[in-house]
Each structure stands twice: as C-alpha cells, then as structure tokens.
C-alpha cells in the first residue's frame, strides 16, 4: 500500500498529537499499538 500526505497537515499533526504521518503504515501492518508514551513525565510509563 501506498500512502501520500500534505507536509504541512503532517508537521502540525505531529505538534499536536505527536504522531508523524510516516509512521502511520504500521496500523495497518500491526493491530496493535506498541509506542511508549514520553510526551510528558506521568510517574509511570504509558503505552
């Protein structure tokens, strides 16, 4: 599969929710979601 997206629309995305576009094909290779959390110190690690 093939994926494009706006430069623009992806920098702001990854400003606000941390999640860059490139990074987005692994939803659909992988049902499920292994990324730790570091956006902020929670006193725990959140996945």
């Not at 430069?7 to 400003?15: A, V």
């Not at 992988?30 to 990324?35: D, F, I, V």
Request: net charge negative; glycine share 4%.
């Amino acid at each position: 599969m093939r994926f494009e997206w706006d430069e623009k629309k992806n920098n702001e995305n990854i400003r606000k929710h941390g999640l860059d576009f490139s990074d987005v094909w692994q939803v659909f290779e992988n049902p499920l979601l292994s990324k730790l959390d570091d956006r902020e110190n929670y006193g725990e690690d959140r996945w």
